[in-house]
């Protein structure tokens, strides 16, 4: 559905009611709807001051930001300039309750909706909205009011996932342990990060595992939490999740007729044939159109189908213009039951837009110092000139994230030497491009080398690239520009003219670094004035590494007092331990390399029901130097006679120390230093799992 720009905004208390929420307001006090409908919050807390109970009339503050996913870089991107329309929804609901499954979902019909409040998005993509404290207390009263409720309108969080799949940490007692033996540790003892991830993958899919271990590769010490609590408290599905509906109700959605209805008339007729229902009542009802997964309640039992009639909630739809026509298209429309409003303080929200919506690169940086001479200053958030503790530009590498560790462990004395850390992902690269006042056009080249830098081909020029550029015109709507080089790669320093300037000011190119080779590259920016280059930058060099670290890991066994190891090989590893037990070896080898090699770790996994010790051997190794880059993990782990059959596993983490600059990750606020921290961004968890099993 498309609108129209919105139209200047009040203040919050300075709108006018609309029919549903003098509704909500009048269940919450004596006052009746019809005395409510078309005043402000400002009138109505004047004329029924001591009728209304003062804190209904107040509101919440709820921030967010709207992002579109980037499926090449895997980066949430913002979205600039975005209508967010805050919404009164009721809905009535044909729950579907499945018997086996452990999830609900909702099919909406007979929905009513009113618009309460609107906020437009920023650069960055972020929005602020005022929302009456009524219409939260109505939503709440409602499902606080009826069993159930306050837990079937809830999505699955990754968190929830998580407090399933991993059990509530035991704290240690202090400043002495309780006596007798405490809880078995098991299973977890040996609970490792890939194991974690491949638990993630099974229970909510790809997608959700892949945040999880992105977001957990940022979590390190002295980084903001936000990003991580966020991406915990999203929903466990990306995606809707179809619900598994009775075969005969796939058989009436797979025979449309002419109409193309045919079927779904056929299904709304069977369940009211079902729950007993006039038909009309589900005229709007399409099966095809459902939300969910939801959390089920298991304290009472619920009908595989059931109506819940007129549910309301606070939902939030988002729209734009996205092809410049001056209407605003709906980017974001998934709004019910989105937001849990009785979880207290309400973290920001994120809402991921359709692929329809447009998106910006970066914001919110700090402005490009600029001289008399044209210069490449920042690569995203990091500067990469006159920062000599922080960037070496002769050699192209950052020196504050994942330096080394001399003693070879991942816990090392401070203070440490400076790292050698390459760029990933899509880098932009901002400068000094005005310098010359007689210069019409700039351009960035290269010279790339694939061997460390001792030779390097010729200059070479950036060409075919483009990138958004945006700015509010003079009328507040949005407006686009995609700078085009020439053949020669060419771009024009002056932009379209306006009222304000087009974001990211000093934008010079947003470079792909994932789609050029690996290596070292010399960039320089040129000027010119219709003829040959009238100055040029000072070269800067950047190292760039988006290839995955290596490391093929191989488990043996042997009895102990036995022979040689025997090694495991798949399908179907199976470890015979006689008939009667013994204690088992096993030699672990992880042999892990990277062009930038960060750090690299085995673990053991168990079942429960018995856990395995460190005999001998190393299982953690951090570079220790620049030139560190590949290292031969290999351990000896023992598993007692007394441990249970079942399935076993050891588990390893390789990581490079490539990261991206443009700040995604919160490396640029970390304190006291900015991007003093230990990114993990490209890794590998190999994994091998086996059978032990009481044979000959």
């Known amino acids: 559905m498309a609108s129209k720009s919105a ?8 709108i006018k009611l609309t029919a549903l929420q003098a509704e909500r307001l009048g269940a919450l006090s004596d006052v009746s709807s019809k005395e409510l409908a078309g005043l402000t919050v400002a009138q109505i807390s004047d004329k029924f001051r001591f009728r209304i109970d003062p804190r209904h009339l107040l509101f919440r503050k709820v921030c967010g930001v709207v992002v579109k996913h980037d499926a090449v870089t895997a980066v949430d991107m913002p979205v600039p300039y975005a209508t967010v329309h805050v919404e009164d929804t009721d809905c009535s609901l044909l729950g579907y309750f499945p018997l086996q499954a452990k999830w609900a979902w909702y099919f909406p019909f007979r929905c009513r909706r009113e618009v309460i409040a609107t906020a437009r998005t920023d650069e960055c993509g972020r929005f602020c909205v005022w929302i009456p404290r009524w219409d939260i207390d109505w939503v ?16 699955p969080s990754i ?23 405490g809880p078995d540790p098991a299973p977890f003892e040996g609970f490792d990060r890939g194991r974690l991830i491949r638990l993630i993958e099974d229970r909510a899919g790809r997608e959700a595992a892949a945040r999880i271990d992105q977001v957990q590769s940022q979590a390190v010490f002295g980084v903001r939490s936000v990003a991580l609590d966020a991406a915990l408290d999203a ?8 619900p598994p509906l009775p075969q005969e109700l796939y058989a009436c959605l797979a025979t449309p007729g002419k109409s193309g209805d045919t079927g779904i008339i056929a299904a709304r007729a069977s369940l009211a044939t079902q729950l007993r229902m006039d038909v009309k009542e589900l005229k709007e009802l399409d099966l095809r159109a459902f939300i969910g997964p939801f959390k089920r309640c298991f304290d009472v039992l619920i009908p595989q189908w059931t109506p819940i009639i007129d549910v309301p909630d606070v939902t939030f739809r988002v729209t734009q213009d996205t092809d410049g026509d001056g209407v605003e298209e709906d980017i974001y429309s998934e709004g019910l039951f989105q937001v849990r409003w009785d979880a207290g303080a309400i973290g920001p ?3 991921k ?8 690169i970066g914001c919110g940086g700090t402005a490009v110092p600029c001289g008399n001479e044209p210069a490449i200053v ?18 192209g590498y950052a020196l504050r994230p994942n ?5 070879g462990l991942f816990v090392d004395a401070l203070p440490n030497p400076d790292a050698a850390s390459p760029f990933r992902g899509a880098v932009s690269l901002l400068g000094c491009n005005r310098t010359d006042r007689k210069a019409t056009h700039y351009r960035i080249t290269y010279r790339y080398s694939n061997d460390g830098g001792a030779t390097f081909t010729a200059p070479t020029p950036f060409v075919g690239l483009t990138w958004p550029l945006f700015r509010l015109d003079a009328g507040g709507n949005a407006e686009w520009h995609y700078p085009t080089a020439d053949a020669a790669g060419w771009y024009p320093i002056a932009l379209p003219p306006g009222p304000n300037p087009f974001l990211p000011q000093d934008l010079l190119l947003d470079w792909p670094t994932y789609a050029m080779a690996n290596g070292r590259y010399r960039l320089k920016l040129e000027l010119r004035a219709g003829g040959p280059v009238t100055s040029s930058s000072a070269e800067v060099t950047f190292n760039v590494d988006n290839a995955y670290p290596k490391g093929p890991l191989t488990v043996e066994w042997r009895k102990v007092g036995g022979g040689a190891f025997v090694q495991l090989v798949p399908p179907c590893p199976l470890v015979k331990r006689g008939l009667a037990p013994v204690d088992l070896e096993f030699r672990v080898t992880l042999d892990a390399s990277a062009t930038h090699l960060r750090s690299a770790q085995i673990s053991a996994g168990d079942c429960g029901g018995g856990q395995f010790t460190l005999v001998s051997g190393i299982t953690q190794h951090w570079h220790t130097a620049p030139s560190d880059n590949a290292e031969t993990l290999q351990a000896i782990f023992r598993l007692p006679a007394g441990a249970l059959e079942g399935t076993y596993s050891f588990g390893a983490h390789v990581a490079s120390r490539a990261f991206n600059p443009n700040g995604g990750d919160g490396g640029h606020l970390v304190l006291p230093n900015a991007w003093e921290y230990d990114p993990d961004d490209l890794h590998i968890d190999p994994h091998f799992a086996f059978s032990v099993i009481n044979a000959n």
């Open 159 to 181: 968190r929830d996932l998580l407090d399933d799949l991993i059990p509530p940490r035991i704290p240690v007692p202090f400043p002495f342990p309780r006596p007798g033996p």
């Open 7 to 14: 139209a200047p905004r009040l203040l919050p208390d300075q």
């Open 403 to 407: 330096r080394p560790h001399p003693s």
């Open 378 to 395: 920042m690569a995203g958030r990091m500067p990469v000139v006159a920062v000599p503790t922080l960037y070496d530009p002769l050699n």
């Open 349 to 351: 929200l994120t809402l």
């Open 353 to 360: 837009a359709k692929p329809n919506a447009r998106t910006g």
């Open 235 to 242: 929903s466990a599905f990306e995606q809707t999740v179809p």
């Open 140 to 155: 709440l009263r409602f499902r606080r009011e009826r069993i159930c409720f306050p837990i079937v309108f809830e999505r």
